[in-house]
C-alpha cells in the first residue's frame, strides 16, 4: 500500500520510487534488506535519507542506481519511475545510458571510489569520452572546467595527479565534479561528508547545494546524522529495518517528531569531539535482517511499544499535511 | 627517475662484485686439480699446468686472482671453457636460444594464464572457475620433467603437433612452441590463480562499483577499471619469472635438447669447468639484477602510489 502524496494534479514527479523489495541471498539466509520502500523526488528538491547504518538506505540508493550487485541481490518487487518510465524494466543497455547523464552519485569514501592508478582529470574526463565520444583533448579541458567548477585550485596543474595526492575533501570534490559532468537531473549524494573533518563536511555540503540550485537537480542526500542535512534537505525521509518509518518537510520533524525511532535518533547525544558523530540515545541494536521481529520491526527497542506493536505492522499512513509515520501511537508521539 | 635508475645500478655494483667473488671462490676453492679433465684422459703435462696457472694466476692468493679475472670480465673477456672456446662467445649462443625460449614461455603463460584468471575471477564458483581452479592445481602437483616427457610424448612424438626436439644453436622458433609451454605451465598456473583472485577481490572494490555508477560498458569496467588493478601483482610475477627464465631450464632443456644456458651451466659445473660456470653465473646474476630493476620500473609505472625517487 502506498501514502504517497502524489500531486492533485496528477503531474509526474521526476524520480518515484514504489514498493521497492531488495533481497540478499546470503548462506546464513534471505535478507530482507529493503521491505517496500516508496519515494518521490521533484526536480529541485532535497529530499534526505536519515537512518542508522544497515538501514538499507545505501542499498536503496543503488537498486536506484541498478549497480547492486545480482546476484546475491534481488529485486523481487518494485517500480524505480525516472520521469514516468521504469528503470527496472529497462533493458540494461538503455539503463546504462542513464547512469551519468541522467541519474548520478557520489560514495562516502572517495579515496575507495575513486580508482587508485588513474590520474583524477583522467576519470572525470572518462565521463565526456565514453558518453559522448569527446576526443581526449577537449575531455581534459571539460574536466579542468569541472574541478575548477568544484572549487579544486590549482586544476590544470592537478589534473593529472593522482587520487591519494589529494585530501579527503579535494577527492569528495573530485567525485562530485565525476557526478555532475554531463549534468544530471538526479544526484545522490551516500554519505557524502561521512568520512570528512567538520569544516571540510559544511564545504562539501555547501557545494551540493550550490551545484543543486545551479542545475535544477533533484538532490537525494543519504545520512546517518540529521545535523548534517538540517539546512540543506527540504524533506526527510527516515528508514528502519528496508522501510521509511516517517516521512515529512525538515521543520516538521525538527520541531516535533512523528515517529519514536526519528524522536530517538534527534535525541542522540551530539559529540562534537567525535568527527561530528552521534552517540545513539535508542538502545539496543537494529535487527537481523533474516530475522525481522514481527509487528513494528522497532518494537524490541521502543520505549513506547505496546502488545500491538509485536503482532501488527504499523502503516505508513498520513499524521498531518505533507507527512506520514509508521507507527501505531503516532499522535502521542506528535503529541508528546 | 633518472637519479633513482643510476642510483639502483650504481647499488648493483658491489652485489656484483662480492656475488661473482663467491662464486668464483666456490668453484677455484674446490679440492681438486682445476686443470684435471682438460687434456682427455690422462693428466696434464707440467707444462700446460703452469701456462694454465699463470693465465688465472692460480699461484697468488684467491683475491687476486679474483682480481685479475675481474679485469677480463669488465673488459669482456669471460675467459675460455675447457675447450678452449671463448665462454663469451658460447654464452651468448646460448643466451640468444635461452631468451627465446624465456619470451615465448612468458607470452604463453601471460596471455593464456591473465585471461583464464579473469574468466574466472569474474563468475567465481562457475564452471571456468572450476575448471581453471583444478587445471591449475594439476599443473602445480605434476613434477615438471613429467609434464614434458608427456608433452613431447603425446604432442611431438605420437600426433606430431609440434616438433619433439629444439636442438642445434639455432632452434626455429616453431620448434621452441612446445618446450616453451612446457616451461610456462607451472607459472601459468600461478598467473591464473593470482589473477583470478585479484579480478574477484576488485571486481566488488569501490573504484568497480563507482565504474558502474558512470555508466560506462560491462566490458570497459572490467577491461580497464578492474583489470589494471589486477595485473599489478601479476606483471611483477611475471618480471621476476622472467629473470628466473633467463636463467635457463635444465630440466626442459635436457628434454628437448635444447643448447641454453641451464645445460651449459650444468655441464660446466659436471665437468668442474670454472671459467665456464663463473663466466655463465656472472652474467646470470647480472640479467637477474637488471630484471629486477625493470621489475621495480614497471612496478611504479603501473601503480602511481609507488614512487621511485
Ligand atoms: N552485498 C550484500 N550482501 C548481503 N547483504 C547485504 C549486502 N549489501 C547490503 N546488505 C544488507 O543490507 C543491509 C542494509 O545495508 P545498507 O543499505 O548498506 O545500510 P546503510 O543504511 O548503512 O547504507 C545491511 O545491513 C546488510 O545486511
Ligand atoms: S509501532 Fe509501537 S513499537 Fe513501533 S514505533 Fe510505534 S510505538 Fe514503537
Ligand atoms: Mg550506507
Keep these: 500500500m502506498s501514502t504517497q502524496t502524489t500531486p492533485a494534479t496528477g503531474e509526474q514527479h521526476l524520480l518515484e520510487v514504489e514498493d521497492l523489495h531488495v533481497e540478499f541471498h546470503t548462506s546464513e539466509g534471505v535478507a530482507k534488506a529493503i521491505n517496500g520502500v516508496d519515494f518521490s523526488l521533484d526536480e529541485g528538491e532535497t529530499l534526505a535519507i536519515l537512518g542508522e547504518s544497515g538501514s538499507g538506505k545505501s542499498v536503496t540508493a543503488q537498486a536506484i542506481m541498478g549497480i547492486l550487485d545480482m546476484p546475491p541481490a534481488t529485486i523481487p518487487a518494485g517500480r524505480v519511475l525516472y520521469k514516468g518510465q521504469d528503470l527496472l524494466t529497462m533493458p540494461e543497455e538503455e539503463r546504462r545510458l542513464t547512469r551519468g547523464p541522467e541519474i548520478s552519485m557520489i560514495f562516502q569514501d572517495a579515496l575507495s571510489s575513486l580508482n587508485p592508478v588513474f590520474p583524477v582529470g583522467w576519470q572525470i574526463a572518462e565521463m565526456f569520452r565514453v558518453h559522448r565520444g569527446v576526443n581526449k583533448a577537449d575531455a581534459y579541458a571539460q574536466a579542468i572546467k569541472l574541478m575548477e567548477r568544484v572549487n579544486i585550485p590549482a586544476a590544470k596543474d592537478r589534473v593529472k595527479a593522482y587520487p591519494h595526492q589529494f585530501s579527503g575533501g579535494m577527492r569528495q570534490r573530485i567525485m562530485i565534479a565525476m557526478a555532475i559532468a554531463l549534468d544530471p537531473k538526479v544526484l545522490i549524494a551516500d554519505e557524502p561528508t561521512t568520512a570528512l573533518d567538520v569544516t571540510v563536511q559544511a564545504q562539501i555540503m555547501a557545494l551540493l547545494q550550490e551545484l543543486q540550485e545551479e542545475f535544477r537537480m533533484g538532490l537525494i542526500l543519504i545520512t546517518h546524522d540529521l545535523g548534517v542535512v538540517a539546512d540543506v534537505a527540504d524533506r526527510i525521509a527516515v528508514m528502519y529495518a528496508g522501510r521509511i518509518v516517517e516521512r515529512a518537510e525538515v521543520g516538521d520533524i525538527y520541531a516535533r517528531p512523528g515517529h519514536p525511532y526519528t524522536k530517538g535518533l534527534l535525541e542522540s547525544i551530539p559529540r562534537l569531539d567525535q568527527k561530528g558523530q552521534k552517540l545513539s540515545a535508542i538502545g539496543g541494536l537494529p535487527p537481523n535482517l533474516t530475522r525481522i521481529p514481527p509487528g513494528c520491526a522497532f518494537h524490541p527497542r521502543c520505549v513506547m511499544a505496546q502488545d500491538i506493536c509485536r503482532t501488527e505492522r504499523p502503516e505508513l499512513l498520513d499524521v498531518g499535511p505533507q507527512r506520514q509515520s509508521a507507527c501505531h501511537f503516532s499522535q502521542e508521539v506528535l503529541d508528546a | ?309
Design chain 2, 1 to 309: 627517475m633518472g637519479k633513482y635508475i643510476v642510483r639502483r645500478l650504481l647499488q648493483m655494483i658491489p652485489v656484483v662484485i662480492l656475488s661473482t667473488f663467491l662464486i668464483y671462490a666456490m668453484v677455484f676453492a674446490m679440492p681438486g686439480d682445476p686443470t684435471a679433465g682438460k687434456c682427455g684422459e690422462r693428466p696434464c703435462p707440467a707444462a700446460y699446468i703452469e701456462k694454465f696457472n699463470a693465465k688465472y694466476h692460480l699461484d697468488e692468493p684467491l683475491p687476486v686472482q679474483y682480481g685479475y679475472y675481474a679485469k677480463n670480465v669488465v673488459q669482456g673477456d669471460l675467459g675460455e671453457n675447457q675447450y678452449g672456446r671463448p665462454v663469451a662467445e658460447e654464452l651468448s649462443e646460448r643466451f640468444t636460444v635461452t631468451a627465446k625460449l624465456a619470451v615465448m614461455a612468458l607470452i604463453f603463460e601471460g596471455v593464456i594464464g591473465i585471461l583464464a584468471g579473469v574468466l574466472a575471477g569474474l563468475r567465481k564458483g562457475g564452471f571456468i572457475d572450476n575448471l581453471v581452479l583444478i587445471s591449475t592445481l594439476f599443473v602445480i602437483s605434476v613434477p615438471i620433467f613429467v609434464t614434458g616427457f608427456a608433452a613431447q610424448y603425446f604432442l611431438g612424438l605420437k600426433w606430431e603437433i609440434f616438433p619433439a626436439l629444439a636442438t642445434g644453436k639455432d632452434p626455429s622458433l616453431f620448434s621452441l612452441v612446445l618446450p616453451a609451454m612446457v616451461l610456462g605451465s607451472t607459472s601459468l598456473a600461478y598467473i591464473a590463480r593470482l589473477m583470478r583472485s585479484n579480478i574477484a577481490e576488485n571486481i566488488k572494490s569501490d573504484y568497480v562499483r563507482t565504474a558502474k555508477a558512470k555508466g560506462l560498458t560491462p566490458r570497459r569496467v572490467v577491461g580497464v577499471h578492474t583489470l589494471r588493478n589486477s595485473l599489478i601483482p601479476v606483471v611483477t610475477f611475471m618480471g621476476y619469472d622472467f629473470g628466473a627464465l633467463l636463467g635457463g631450464a635444465i630440466v626442459t632443456e635436457g628434454i628437448f635438447g635444447i643448447n641454453g644456458v641451464g645445460g651449459y651451466i650444468f655441464k660446466g659445473i659436471q665437468n668442474r669447468d670454472g671459467i665456464a660456470v663463473v663466466g655463465a653465473v656472472t652474467a646470470l646474476v647480472i640479467v637477474y639484477l637488471l630484471m629486477n630493476l625493470l621489475v621495480d620500473l614497471l612496478y611504479g609505472a603501473l601503480d602511481p602510489r609507488i614512487s621511485n625517487d
